[in-house]
């Protein structure tokens, strides 16, 4: 059975602390990608990575900071905590084609920064 | 601008019945993808459908369907015999294909909230 973890499912930080979102696949996917819904918003991409080592940013990436050293491992760091990182943050993977078509989620992390 | 667009923020509808979500979408690709995503308010999100641009028939899932209009672009869900267990956020997707540099990410919607009535 396909699996995508992620490391917490609630958090809750205080402004200015550093945090460490953690995410594993076990599928052998090359893609993941980090997510943030929010109310109305819908889904938006914060980063992603085809390879380890290799990410690209996303459509929202300010704030944030990822790293990929394994390949069923892709965190997302939060350098110093803001109320206005409060959100879900998602989880995702794929594999590296076209015809790979299925993003695979993770059961998601709700932020709370206070 | 808005990629994929749901137009409707909230429906409602009557358990067995059928129900359409809407969803529109811009992209300049000939090759993308479609896809339809449940999230339930446990938060999850739960991959529904999926239809190729290429792909000449319309999707099917069990008691779900895509109504693909290429020309027209949109992708309409349709849920058949609605259940009180489809009581749900359902997300609207596109994967954009060679002109993409996101990696085949997934471009959103806002989502349609569908809660079913007995």
């Known amino acids: 059975d396909v699996k995508v973890t992620q490391s917490s499912r609630y958090l809750v930080k205080r402004t200015g602390e550093k945090v460490f979102l953690e995410c594993v696949q076990d599928m052998d996917h090359e893609n993941m990608f980090w997510y943030r819904q929010d109310p109305g918003l819908g889904l938006r991409l914060i980063y992603f990575?085809?390879?380890?080592?290799?990410?690209e940013k996303g459509d929202i990436p300010e704030g944030y900071s990822v790293s990929r050293e394994k390949k069923e491992r892709f965190s997302l760091i939060l350098e110093s905590a803001s109320t206005n990182q409060t959100s879900m943050y998602l989880c995702a993977s794929s594999l590296l084609s076209e015809a790979g078509y299925e993003q695979y989620f993770g059961p998601g992390t709700r932020l709370t920064v206070t | 601008a808005q990629k994929i667009t749901q137009t409707q923020p909230g429906m409602f509808v009557q358990e067995k019945e059928a129900v359409t979500l809407d969803c529109t979408y811009d992209?300049?690709?000939?090759?993308?993808?479609l896809f339809w995503y449940k999230q339930p308010s446990s938060g999850e999100m739960i991959f529904l459908i999926y239809?190729?641009?290429?792909?000449?028939q319309n999707a099917t899932e069990g008691r779900y369907s895509l109504n693909f209009q290429k020309a027209r672009k949109s992708a309409n869900l349709v849920i058949s015999a609605s259940q009180l267990g489809d009581s749900a956020m359902y997300f609207c997707a596109m994967r954009e294909g060679a002109t993409s540099n996101s990696g085949y990410a997934l471009n959103f919607g806002k989502g349609t909230s569908l809660l079913v009535t007995p």
């Open positions: 992209t300049s690709d000939q090759s993308y993808g």
């Open positions: 239809q190729g641009s290429y792909d000449e």
């Open positions: 990575s085809y390879d380890v080592k290799m990410k």
